[in-house]
């Protein structure tokens, strides 16, 4: 913190076209680390996020799902001599963050910061999601009441399959290309298949590479095998943006202990990231994320036009505009 306010010391002419008159202490951000509720700026994400959902353009890559979802959770590792009241192992402190990335756009639209402890199905079965919506989550998501639910309201899923998941083969479907088994197929666990009485898909893909079988499990019946591998493999985004904020956004460097201070700055990084995704897709150059990330942060105090730099950030700023103000004659 010491850094943050006498870098804004240092830079306070040009602090002023923000309407800052004077750098804030060290004791004002700490007061409102402590006391400043973090659910203001959870409240202020969801607002960016309505704003921007009416502006951006869709970013979904598969045309023949209606409405993509990715859900997962990433551990955020702490130190645990200044956080003992998040130990997470005997070395270590750590918080867990839920995330549901919407891949209209690939914005995160529901994020919970929550005890590492917590397990990621419990937070998923609190979510709801519109009909004919495709989620897709991995293998620590199963949970067969919870996909009969999704059933019933019309959402369907992709994942991994689990080995010890029993199951009786109904239909088998032509296979071809990296395909090698497609089949429709019934649970018989007990008690899984009392909670789940529909007919499922087992897909299996073999990767040309490696060599290794990867079996997928979904309720999605009228796609192509080809195509169930292809919905699992856009999951991979939700991993990218995990990457992208911990390394870009830097949660991983925290400017309070208390669990205020923590919340509050992993949703600044999330409104960010907001932002940014914005500005990148407003954009008529080929930015990627790092590179806007780290060329914005050298040149946010910069006086200049921001939609103009985006498209051109490697000319010189023009000079400060010539004042208007005409000479009264006293």
Known sequence: MREICGGLACCLGKLSHLGVRRAPKRST????????DWELFRDLDNVILHELQ???PSGRKLSYCSRLFSLDASVIILSVSLFDWKQYRTAKGAMKLHLLLDHDGFLPV???LDDVHVHEINVAKSLRFPAGSVVVVDRGYQSFDMFARWAQEG???VTRMRRRIAYRVIESRECRGEIVADDVVEVTN???CNLFPYSLRRVVRRDPETGQDLVFMTSLLSLSGEEVAAVYKERWQIETFFRTLKQNLRVKTVIGTSFNAICSQIWTALISILVLRYLQLRSQIGWSFSSLVALFRMNLLVY???WAWLDNPF???PPDPISTQLVLEL
């Open 304 to 306: 200049r036009d921001l």
């Open 315 to 317: 000319v010189e700023p």
């Open 155 to 157: 959402v369907f899923f």
């Open 190 to 192: 007990k008690p899984s």
């Open 110 to 112: 529901f994020a919970c």
């Open 54 to 56: 009416a502006r951006l």
């Open 29 to 36: 951000l700490a007061y409102a680390n402590e006391h400043r």
